[in-house]
C-alpha cells in the first residue's frame, strides 16, 4: 500500500485516521490524526462530507494544482477508506481534446443556429408586414397569434441554447432527488400550450431516487430530451 501511487486513508466514524500510506505523508507533509483538520487545510475535501452517503461514488477534484479521483467506500467497523488517485495528466489531456472538440463544434453550432433563426425570422416580417396593411383584421392578428408567437418562442430557445454553449464554469454537485426532479420536468412541459393535449407522459418512478448530480444541467438535459 505504501508504494502505490493513490493516496489512501481510513477512517473511523468520527473522521478521525486510522490509518494513512506513504503516499499521504509525503504528499500533504503534516502529521493529521483527524480527516476534519485535513479538510480545513484543503477545502476542496470538504466535499467529501456531501457523498458520504453515496458509496462508490467518483468525482474529480483539486488539491495543490493537482488533479485527483476522490472514490470512498464502507469497510467493516463503520470505517471508511478514502481513495485520492493523481489524475492530472489526464485531465489535461481531457481539457486539450475538450477545448479542441468544441472549438469544432461551435462553428457546426453557429451555421446550424444563424439557419435555425432565419426561418422564424421570415415569418415575423411577413405577418408583421401584413399588420401594418390591415390592422383591422381579426384573421391576420389570429393567425399572427398562432404562427408568430412560436416562432419568437423558437428564436429564443435557440438563444438560450448558444448561451449554454458558451458557458465555462464548473457545475456543482450535490444530493439530487432524481425522482421529483423528472416530476418536475413533466409538470413545466405540461404547462406549455404547445404541448396541451398533444403530448401524453406516463411516469413509472420509485420515490425519492437519490443522486450526486447537478439539478439545473440534469434538468435540461431531460427537457431537451
Known sequence: IDY????????DEHFDIQFSNQYFKS??????????????????LEIIHKIIDFSDTELTIEIKKQHFKLSLK???DNKIIVLLTNVTDLVKIQHSISKSSKLRGMGTFVAGVAHEIKNPL?????FTQLISKDWDSSDIRQKCHQIVLPQLHRINVLAQSLNYFGKTEQASFEPTNLSQLIFDTKELLMADQRFDGAVTIDLD??????VFANSITLGQVFLNL
Do not use: G, R
Not at 421570415?122 to 411577413?126: D, I, L, N, R
Not at 418512478?205 to 437519490?210: D, K, T
Open 27 to 44: 504528499f500533504f507533509d503534516k502529521d493529521y490524526t483527524s480527516f476534519n483538520e485535513l479538510i480545513y487545510d484543503y477545502p476542496s
Open 4 to 11: 502505490l501511487s493513490s493516496i489512501i486513508v481510513v477512517l
Open 122 to 126: 421570415v415569418a415575423v416580417k411577413t
Open 205 to 210: 418512478l420509485e420515490p425519492h431516487v437519490m
Open 74 to 76: 464502507y469497510l467493516m
